[in-house]
């Protein structure tokens, strides 16, 4: 079980932190979030923003990320298990978007706990043949924490916002407000590179209070 404690997460900081976090389930936490039932988004690199909008058709023409936009995140260092985490969320929205979820498996450990749950939606959505509009990712912040279980556990804090997405019977398209992430990656570094080897997100209006 990951243990970062939600509420001291975006000061960038060490330290071991032993409070649970609450359910991070996948579940909505606002109840205005019109069908989310799982995370996603659009994401380009460096401070994590990408401009967009428009209707959850197609996927849309969004370029694939540059791994150059998050700098370090091939060495073993704590700062590049930051920025490993940031790019693997990244690409999981970015697969929400455009359908190419290829590159995902070789970013996760074998038995990566919260992964599936986070990447469940793009499997329909390919099914489909619909996505996800562009909209803007922007970092608020992100906590470094000691872990018995990995070598590292990250803190992302991040909002999304309001876009397009079919919603979970395929006959229609809905509005998602604007949505606050906090997400926690316990990360490994296996065969010269960070893995995430365990998930947890939440979301919701009042996520950063």
């Known amino acids: 079980m990951l243990i970062l404690g939600l509420a001291a997460c975006g000061d960038g900081s060490k330290g071991p932190v032993t409070t649970p976090p ?16 799982d995370d996603g988004g659009a994401e380009s690199g460096g401070d994590g923003a990408s401009d967009g909008g428009g ?55 074998p038995n990566c706990t919260g992964c599936a749950e986070l990447n469940a939606a793009i499997g329909p959505l390919k099914e489909h043949g619909e996505y996800w509009s562009e909209f803007t990712v922007t970092d608020v912040g992100h906590r ?41 990656g316990g990360m490994n570094w296996e065969s010269g590179r960070w893995v995430v080897s365990g998930l947890d997100a939440e979301w919701g209006e009042d996520v950063h209070k």
Not at 69 to 86: I, L, S
């Open 22 to 37: 609450p359910d991070l389930g996948f579940e909505p936490q606002t109840s205005d979030g019109g069908g989310v039932s």
């Open 55 to 109: 209707d959850a058709q197609a996927a849309p023409d969004i370029p694939p990320l540059d791994p150059a936009d998050y700098p370090g995140m091939d060495e073993h260092t704590d700062e590049g298990a930051v920025q490993a985490f940031r790019y693997y969320i990244a690409m999981s929205m970015w697969a929400h978007q455009t359908g190419d979820d290829s590159a995902l498996p070789e970013l996760e450990g």
């Open 144 to 184: 470094i924490h000691e872990s018995d279980m990995h070598e590292v556990e990250i803190g992302y804090f991040f909002t999304i916002s309001p876009h397009m997405r079919p919603n979970e019977s395929f006959d229609d398209q809905i509005d998602v407000p604007e949505i606050q992430y906090i997400s926690v």
